[in-house]
């Protein structure tokens, strides 16, 4: 799985522990949460790419190529393929539609996402992955196939595979959480994390929240919705690198259930308390 959070998100069908999808919850207009389905698929993917033009991994992934514009058509397209992905074997959010994007887009894996084959071929061709490898040249790909998803992936598997904290836990994965400029300050990524936590991830103790975010100023924002920094990973190189040109650094955070503190739980696999 791979998660990223758009750079600073200040305030300035729903599914049970199993990851089946109960009946909808009421909102106000003006509060009002969309679930997206495809005729969604490129307005989100337009809200991300505003969202995050100014992240270190966006950035990183095609920084070695001097054509902005080819940039910018591999990085939406790269978003349609995300939604895409997660509208067929996830979840999308949506707040605040207006013609061409709307003001916050948040995609999330959910518990069963894996094993109804999210990741499969199948799936990545559907969703338009394909279409990514088309547009990149042979520095994006290996950024990006043999980088990026490859690294989020098994670092996801491994902590959840073998921290004892976690194992057997239902999980629900933050893929990407972006706001427009304009939305910003307005409360709606709160109001999308509430959303989540009141009628997903708070569903049952045995569920936890998951993502890994690209911007270290939101550590502090997230740990307000009782998420707790387990580690950081690098993709790239560091030595005598750039951030966001030779590499990212992603910060892998955790939620328990109705904001649980894991940190104060004992992983047997390691026999020590809090964080690694």
């Known amino acids: 799985m791979s998660t990223e959070v758009a750079p600073p998100i200040t305030e300035s069908s729903n599914t049970n ?15 009002h949460i969309k679930t997206l389905t495809m005729a969604d698929c490129k ?14 991994l966006a950035n990183m992934l095609t920084s070695h190529m001097e054509d ?3 940039r910018d058509k591999i990085e939406l397209k790269l978003y349609e393929a995300y939604v895409a992905q997660h509208i067929y074997k ?44 088309l547009a990149c040249d042979e520095g994006a790909r290996q950024k990006i196939f043999k980088g990026m998803m490859p690294l989020l992936t098994d670092t996801y598997e491994r902590i959840l595979s073998t921290d004892t904290r976690f194992i057997g836990k239902n999980v629900y994965t933050l893929v990407y959480l972006g706001s427009i400029k ?42 307000k919705f009782d998420f707790k920094c387990y580690e950081d990973i690098v ?21 328990g259930s109705f904001g649980h503190d894991w940190t104060n739980d004992e992983n047997l696999n390691n026999s020590t308390k809090g964080k690694l």
Not at 17 to 28: A, L, N
Not at 44 to 52: G, K, M, Q, R, V
């Open 43 to 56: 307005k989100a993917a337009i809200t991300l790419f505003e969202a995050f033009r100014s992240d270190d």
């Open 68 to 70: 902005q514009r080819r």
């Open 182 to 223: 304009a939305a910003r300050g307005k409360g709606n990524s709160r109001k999308m994390f509430q959303y989540m936590f009141d009628n997903y991830i708070d569903a049952s103790p045995n569920n936890i929240g998951y993502l890994e975010s690209s911007s270290v100023n939101n550590i502090p924002i997230y740990n």
């Open 90 to 133: 996830g979840l999308c959010l949506g707040m605040g539609e207006t013609e061409d994007r709307f003001e916050s887009v948040a995609v999330w894996a959910l518990p069963d996402s894996e094993h109804s084959g999210i990741e499969s071929c199948a799936t990545l061709m559907e969703s338009g992955f394909y279409k990514v490898w």
């Open 235 to 255: 993709l790239g190189n560091t030595i005598d690198g750039v951030a966001g040109k030779d590499y990212a650094v992603m910060n892998v955070m955790i939620r």
């Open 17 to 31: 522990d199993e990851g089946e999808k109960p009946d909808s919850i009421s909102f106000s207009p003006k509060d």
